[in-house]
């Protein structure tokens, strides 16, 4: 056994039906380390942490803690805590409505919490101990997701935590809240405490980490220090082949030739919601990719929700080909021809408990009428055609969408509405928290949609991707739009201008 090691995973096995999720697997983290986890989705590191912390049994291997030549046995998340193995998800499974020192101690304190006076003191010593900036006494749901984040941390940690997993915790964070998150993820190593840091963002990975373990297929490709693993090999090994330039993948997809006098297939004028954007204009014409950006917050998401319905528009119009149309709900957007992909995949697109099968040919249904189902002939046909077209990983059309990597259930609400055949379809945030594989996957099908005269509206946090996406960026800034950039503009240096210096 590795003397510093506080946890080491030997020969994993774990097999679903139909599915070899883990193929003998190795993994080592070290006392006072923060060890990066990295696969594309489906690359089994999802599964090979649900078998550290008891929420799946594995088949075969071994687990030993602390160093010890005796295996552990983790046969729940239960065992798993008191073990001092401590996982923190990307969902954030604290109480909103309970106090911040209340959602620390909650099912750990004897009776009903009687002592609140010494609950609350200590709580805010932890607080303190930890530069975390949250009261015990206030309520959780006024603290930022950043801070909700450090105190499920807290609260990790208060539980003798030896191994904190930390499950893309950044994703929904602006740059200075990661900042925060990294300070603290430092000062926990500095304490001695093992980090399991999984996230697809390269560039933290790289700031914050000390060693990468790479898995592909299930399986253990490698560990690296971090000095000795260079950003375009890590990316190679998570694909498995050599990664091509990927600055100018527009050269694969003959753009769209728009004819003379040909309108804009869709146009605003002064159109606000009661989102709290200000009344905005945009246009898309045929065979087009933008793109709203700005920084987290600028309205991005809120512009391409009043154009879809989603939020209720106060003012404003919208023409399809030079003629006005009325879209106030959703399902009048559907009926004009766009689709929208929303930014938060689990709360406004996957319906968990659903399989694959119904998911894809859901927003079809809802255009169809429910008086007119598919049968289950045609629902298969349909379903086995995208998950085709489009790779997805799954082990059958049955299989519940919840079950599935979070690339492969963002490619199941893309097949939804490619169904639909769109002449416009939103993708807001389409590849957040997914596998660069993945990414180049989406980027690549975007560019030759708009080859085929689809017209795309694409948003993403990451300005590299934009700007190897969109031929036309909208730049926002406090929820207005404050620029437009095509052509030579099309460049980081003068998006950060435009944000920062306002029209251009």
Request: glycine letters at 8%; a neutral charge.
């Amino acid at each position: 056994m590795e003397e510093n090691a506080v946890l080491q995973m030997r020969n994993i096995h774990k097999s679903f039906p139909g599915v070899k999720a883990l193929s003998g697997v190795d993994f080592t983290l070290r006392k006072g380390e923060i060890h990066a986890l990295m696969g594309e989705n489906g690359a089994g590191k999802s599964t090979l942490i649900k078998v550290l912390t008891g929420v799946y049994t594995k088949d075969e291997g071994h687990i030993y803690l602390d160093g010890h030549e005796k295996e552990v046995a983790i046969r729940s998340p239960q065992e798993a805590q008191k073990l001092g193995i401590s996982p923190v998800y990307q969902e954030i499974t604290l109480c909103p409505n309970l106090s911040v020192a209340e959602n620390m101690y909650i099912g750990r304190t004897p009776g009903a919490m009687q002592n609140w006076r010494k609950m609350n003191k200590d709580a805010d010593r932890l607080l303190k101990s930890l530069d975390i900036p949250a009261k015990a006494t206030q309520q959780l749901s006024t603290c930022s997701i950043a801070v909700q984040q450090m105190i499920a941390i807290a609260r990790a940690v208060d539980t003798d935590c030896k191994v904190l997993i930390l499950d893309e915790p950044t994703s929904s964070l602006d740059e200075q809240e990661v900042e925060k998150l990294f300070k603290l993820m430092r000062d926990l190593r500095e304490r001695g405490v093992g980090i399991i840091f999984v996230t697809h963002f390269l560039d933290q990975v790289y700031e914050v980490c000390d060693r990468i373990t790479v898995m592909r297929d299930g399986c253990l490709v490698g560990e690296y220090e971090i000095k000795d693993l260079p950003r375009v090999q890590l990316v190679s090994k998570m694909l498995g082949k050599e990664l091509d330039d990927l600055s100018d993948i527009h050269g694969e997809y003959k753009s769209y030739e728009k004819k003379e006098g040909e309108l804009p297939v869709f146009e605003v004028e002064k159109l606000h919601s009661n989102a709290g954007i200000k009344p905005f204009n945009f246009h898309i014409d045929k065979g087009e990719v933008n793109g709203f950006t700005g920084l987290l917050g600028s309205g991005r998401s809120e512009c391409v929700r009043a154009i879809f319905g989603a939020d209720h528009v106060v003012g404003g119009t919208v023409k399809k080909n030079g003629k006005t149309v009325k879209i106030t709900k959703p399902i009048d957007a559907m009926r004009q021809g766009i689709g929208y992909l929303p930014e938060d995949r689990k709360r406004d697109g996957i319906i968990g408990d659903l399989s694959v099968r119904d998911n894809i040919i859901l927003a079809q249904q809802v255009l169809r009428g429910f008086l007119k189902p598919y049968s289950r002939a045609e629902a298969d046909k349909i379903a086995d055609e995208y998950i085709k077209l489009l790779n997805i990983k799954t082990a059958s059309a049955d299989t519940p969408i919840k079950s599935l990597s979070g690339g492969n259930q963002q490619k199941v609400i893309l097949a939804r509405w490619l169904l639909t055949h769109p002449e416009y379809l939103i993708l807001d945030e389409p590849t957040r928290g997914i596998d660069v594989g993945t990414k180049v996957d989406i980027q690549k099908l975007v560019l030759k949609l708009a080859s085929e005269g689809m017209s795309v509206t694409f948003i993403s946090s990451e300005m590299d991707e934009m700007l190897r996406t969109c031929s036309r960026l909208i730049v926002m800034r406090d929820r207005r739009v404050v620029g437009e950039l095509t052509g030579s503009d099309l460049n980081q240096t003068s998006i950060m201008s435009t944000i920062a210096g306002g029209d251009k």
